[in-house]
């Protein structure tokens, strides 16, 4: 369906900074900062609206340039709109038109990278999700200011409005005037032109940037910074003989530094670099989808020797701080934790702790960076109290603490596993403290019971039922049954408890007075100690 085309204009600029960049970002309509890396382009609103973020500073199209960003273009595919697009062009403010504009139409000169996710038939648009490099403003397909596609965005979908993120990479060799877009690890498009002259007149200035719009329909439409070679990341450095500068990057899935001589790594975001001789580092920055992106810088060593060192990474107490004493002649400090200052200081919090000195006499740096950890120290309990264990029973312990090391009677152990009767002493010696615990270990059959050899039921109140007892060691009764001297059954119970006299026999029978003598009984029982077993016994009834 056709949609109006809203046309913004001299609209207030707030400046937003996004992570890994220099500088600040012009941000326009409805486009806000949601964390260090990321903008929301459009909010879930149908209302014809435009957002926008571009670079304050204009780049030089004569050098190449590689971008890597996370695209999110929302999660409502039919009921979705409109898409997003990366731009070049040469005014800061810039705000294109809404709806199938997708903030970008009828801006020109520009070069625009669009994603669409909304059908328009008006503007040929194929019914899938697609992208295509647009010139000066156009958002119709098959015109002089289509220059490349449209495509489908994702090679093996047709939706790209599933809630999910996808790596979106633009890449443009100056030398060659090729311009390369890749979409969700796949190369999508390929344009080869002069767009220095054929769209900007010669001015090879512009800005960079994204927009994004909504029309009858919409979506929350986002980019997140990844990896921007506008902004060189590494800084060239002098340093002093003997001295190290530490190198940081980021925005990789994986890093390879070369040539590997002087570094700490070649495979970490961050390195030390301690060349003998001036030397310029390349660094891989491998994205999400294995492609890689550089960045070099030159580490030159001059000056007169010189060196700070942290000592190696270590790991404190609570309540240890630690001491650093990093004096260079005619130096300046600097921490990385601001609130250190000078040579001296000491440090009890953990995190990484870096520090570079700059001679104030030659110009050159040294730096050393330590990690600085902290013990958690373990609560020492074998977790049993005094206890019983029943014959062939087996009671384990762990000793398995963090940075610390467990003993039984003075042997060290992980798993202990005790069968035996005795004093157990634990030790827990840990770098911080030393802590002790103990355990009485008894042995028991776990099948002890007592069934009277007599009683007297004359109800004076003193043996006048016949029951079994025990101390737990009975887990169930099956079956508890008393006979008379001829084999006849005189009392029987089924799933008896223990220690109950009032559900024992009371020495009638059929509500008699059974006749005194001796009686057999048999009971069918299960122990403590996983035992099923026949007990039986005799009781004298006496009155």
């Known amino acids: 369906m056709p949609r109006k085309l809203l046309l913004i204009s001299c609209l207030l600029l707030p400046l ?25 382009l459009t909010p879930d609103r149908a209302l014809f609206e435009v957002g926008s973020i571009w670079y304050p500073d204009k780049v030089d199209l004569r050098n190449s340039f590689d971008l890597v960003m996370e695209m999110n273009f929302g999660c409502k595919d039919e009921f979705g709109a409109d898409g997003i697009v990366f731009g070049l062009q040469p005014v800061s403010a810039s705000v294109g038109s809404g709806g199938e504009g997708l903030g970008i139409g009828g801006i020109s000169p520009a070069l625009g990278v669009e994603f669409d996710t909304h059908y328009n038939p008006n503007r040929n648009d194929p019914v899938f999700d697609h992208v295509a490099i647009m010139a000066n403003g ?18 093996n979908a047709t939706n790209i409005e599933t809630c999910n993120s996808f790596p979106f990479r633009v890449t443009w060799d100056a030398p060659a005037r090729n311009l390369k877009v890749y979409f969700d690890c796949e190369l999508r498009l390929d344009y080869t032109a002069d767009i220095v002259n054929t769209i900007f007149d010669g001015d090879p200035l512009v800005y960079y940037g994204f927009a994004a719009a909504t029309g009858g329909l919409g979506n929350v439409q986002s980019v997140c910074f990844t990896f921007n070679s506008f902004e060189k990341q590494l800084a060239d450095v002098t340093v002093c003989p003997g001295g190290t500068a530490l190198l940081d990057v980021s925005g990789g ?23 003998d001789s001036t030397t310029v580092y390349t660094v891989r920055i491998f994205d999400d989808c294995g492609l890689p992106l550089l960045d070099t810088v030159r580490v030159r060593v001059a000056g007169d020797s010189a060196f700070v060192k942290l000592g190696a990474d270590t790991t404190l107490c609570p309540g240890e701080s630690l001491d650093f004493d990093v004096r260079v002649p005619t130096a ?9 200052q000078g040579p001296q200081v000491r440090v009890s919090s953990p995190g990484i702790y870096s520090v570079t000195a700059t001679r104030t006499d030659i ?32 009671l384990r312990i762990l000793g398995v603490y963090p940075d610390a090391q467990a003993f039984v009677n003075g042997v060290a152990f992980d798993t202990l596993d005790i069968r035996t009767p005795a004093r157990y002493a634990f030790t827990l ?36 039922t016949f029951f079994p007892l025990d101390a737990g060691d009975i887990l169930r009764i099956r079956r508890f049954t008393v006979y008379d001297r001829w084999g006849g059954v005189v009392f029987e119970a089924t799933e008896l408890p223990t220690n109950a006299p009032q559900l024992g026999w009371d020495g009638r029978v059929g509500g008699l ?16 100690s996983g035992d099923r077993s026949q007990e039986r016994g005799a009781v004298q009834l006496v009155r």
């Open 16 to 40: 937003l900074t996004a992570w890994g960049q220099g500088r600040d970002f012009f941000v326009n309509g409805t486009a806000t900062q949601t964390n260090d890396s990321c903008f929301q």
């Open 138 to 155: 156009t958002v119709t397909h098959g015109g002089s200011g289509n220059l490349a596609g449209p495509v489908q965005a994702r090679k």
């Open 253 to 275: 899935a994986s890093y390879l530094w070369s040539p590997a001589a002087g570094l700490s790594s070649t495979t970490a975001p961050s390195v030390e670099a301690s060349p």
């Open 332 to 340: 300046l400090y600097t921490w990385s934790d601001s609130s250190l």
């Open 363 to 394: 110009i050159c740096t040294a730096a050393d960076r330590i990690v600085v950890e902290q013990y958690a120290i373990p609560d020492f309990d074998v977790g049993v109290s005094d206890t019983t264990l029943c014959s062939g029973d087996t």
């Open 429 to 464: 010696e840990h770098p911080c403290s030393t802590q002790f615990d103990e355990v009485d270990v008894d042995l028991s059959s776990c099948r002890d019971y007592y069934v009277p050899t007599a009683f007297s039921p004359n109800d004076d109140g003193t043996n006048d």
């Open 513 to 528: 007075s059974a006749p005194v003598g001796m009686y057999v009984w048999t009971m069918d029982v299960d122990f403590r």
